[in-house]
């Protein structure tokens, strides 16, 4: 129980240095100081994009800003009716639909994610950026996947892990293919619950640790899949980074309830990131020329500001596995 306690305390004191970290980062951005935007002028003409999640929030506000600068984009959503609604939107501000085009994905069922990529594969389309930005933050009460696991780590970690792994095969052909993996600052209070990942314990489940659980494996995925990638000569040349977009206004905070959602309405009202500038470090890994794979970025600049746990490669090894082993992959059939 002691344990519990001191394991408890420490939780709560890294949400509060989250917390503080972020506020007062965004109110430095918010006065101009430190806000970083990518203006370089680097176009991706001809060039083929996927991202999840697009229909709204930072991922269609993406959407446009690649297409604007000569992608053809594909926006992978669950819901089409909302995805065609950000192709008009989208077109409008570009006044053209031609390089935008609407694919149905649910990251959080393994059905759709390996249909979407037979109908890609049958598409013969090269893919040079995939983009997994798709997410779900917080559900108040513990909700489970089609394939019964636990949403926030099935949506956010298991379902790019697996939509990764099957679309890699379409990369090969890029002579600068990039995976990105939409992280955020809370990994920094994530930890791996290895003997319950999926919150099978009566009364385990708090929807804030699923939360930073899920984005801790995004930043363990990328370190692990960096690494595998180098050493393979068919996929060397494949890079991947994780990435922290900032505190957004979003739907993505629809769950937050109570005090949490009070505190979050009057601070992300004055100091939240719109969703340009959410955008931001996003546009920096899909363009700028001399990154470093497997690395974390914020506000447009490598962050090496990270916690143990997330550069612990003992955990990713056995995250790995354990996500082989939950989607169903053999890792080595796809990686090889």
């Given at each position: 129980m002691k344990m519990m306690s001191i394991r408890r305390l420490t939780i709560e004191f890294l949400t509060f240095v989250v917390f503080v970290v972020e506020f007062f980062t965004n109110i430095l951005r918010f006065v101009g100081l430190g806000r970083r935007y990518y203006t370089k002028n680097y176009r991706l003409d001809g060039k083929v994009v996927l991202i999840t999640g697009a229909n709204s929030g930072i991922g269609?506000?993406?959407a446009y800003q690649l297409c604007k600068r000569g992608a053809k984009v594909f926006l992978c959503c669950r819901d089409l009716i909302k995805g065609k609604e950000a192709i008009e939107d989208i077109g409008k501000r570009l006044n053209s639909k031609n390089e935008l085009h609407l694919m149905q994905l649910d990251l959080s069922s393994f059905r759709s994610i390996n249909q979407f990529a037979n109908e890609m594969i049958n598409l013969r389309i090269d893919v040079d950026i995939l983009i997994n930005n798709a997410g779900v933050m917080m559900c108040p009460k513990r909700m489970l996947s089609e394939d019964k696991h636990e949403l926030q780590f099935a949506t956010n970690h298991l379902g790019h892990f697996l939509l990764t792994h099957l679309i890699l095969p379409l990369m090969t052909k890029s002579n600068d293919a990039r995976i990105l993996n939409v992280s955020s600052i809370h990994?920094?209070?994530?930890?791996?619950?290895f003997g319950d990942l999926n919150f099978e314990k009566p009364n385990s489940y708090d929807p804030v640790d699923a939360y930073c659980q899920s984005k801790l494996a995004n930043v363990l995925f990328t370190r692990k899949l960096a690494q595998i990638l180098k050493e393979n000569p068919k996929y060397h040349r494949?890079?991947?980074f994780a990435l922290?977009?900032?505190t957004i206004n979003t739907n993505?905070?629809?769950h937050i309830k109570g005090i949490r959602r009070t505190i979050y309405n009057i601070l992300g009202t004055v100091f939240n990131l719109d969703t340009f500038s959410g955008t931001q470090t996003t546009l920096y890994c899909c363009l700028e020329p001399s990154l470093k794979s497997g690395a974390y970025y914020s506000n447009c600049?490598?962050?090496k500001w990270l916690f143990q746990e997330s550069k612990d490669i003992q955990s990713a090894q056995r995250l790995w596995d354990l996500s082989c082993k939950m989607t169903g992959i053999d890792s080595l059939h796809y990686i090889s």
């Open positions: 269609k506000e993406t990994h920094i209070r994530g930890r791996i619950n494949i890079r991947t922290n977009p900032g993505l905070t629809r600049q490598e962050n």
